[in-house]
């Protein structure tokens, strides 16, 4: 994916700097994904027994699961790890591909993007879901 900013990212940073891609830390990916019409009952069924067991491995820090509030077939999965190494560590696995695979039957089309996390700020009263 094209950035939307080409020079947001400043070339003389020294490194752990805001603006280097290799900064270590924790990492954010976000899956959108759409189902196929009437599998999104499954589709979410399915993904918290995934999650339950994708919450076990090293490095996976939260996972979240939530749905367009105007297209209920569209999701986004989004997972917080430790860093990038474990990220794509699981990316890159058998458990990952065999986790998935009824996932992959149930979706029409999905894309991942991973961020950086470079700032959280809890709110001050933060509500029970």
Do not use: K, N
Request: charged residues 35%.
């Amino acid at each position: 994916m094209t950035a939307a900013f080409p020079d947001q990212t400043d070339q003389t940073d020294p490194p752990g700097q805001p603006g280097q891609p290799d900064r270590p830390g924790p990492v954010r990916a976000v899956l959108s994904m759409r189902t196929r019409p009437g599998c999104e009952r499954r589709f979410e069924t399915e993904w918290q027994a995934i999650a339950d067991q994708i919450r076990t491995l090293d490095g996976c820090l939260r996972q979240d699961l939530v749905r367009d509030a105007d297209d209920p077939r569209s999701y986004l999965i989004i997972t917080d790890w430790a860093d990038r190494e474990r990220l794509d560590a699981f990316g890159r696995s058998a458990q990952r591909d065999r986790l998935l695979r009824v996932i992959r039957e149930l979706r029409e089309s999905a894309q991942r993007h991973t961020y950086q996390v470079l700032h959280s700020v809890p709110s001050e009263r933060e509500e029970p879901r």
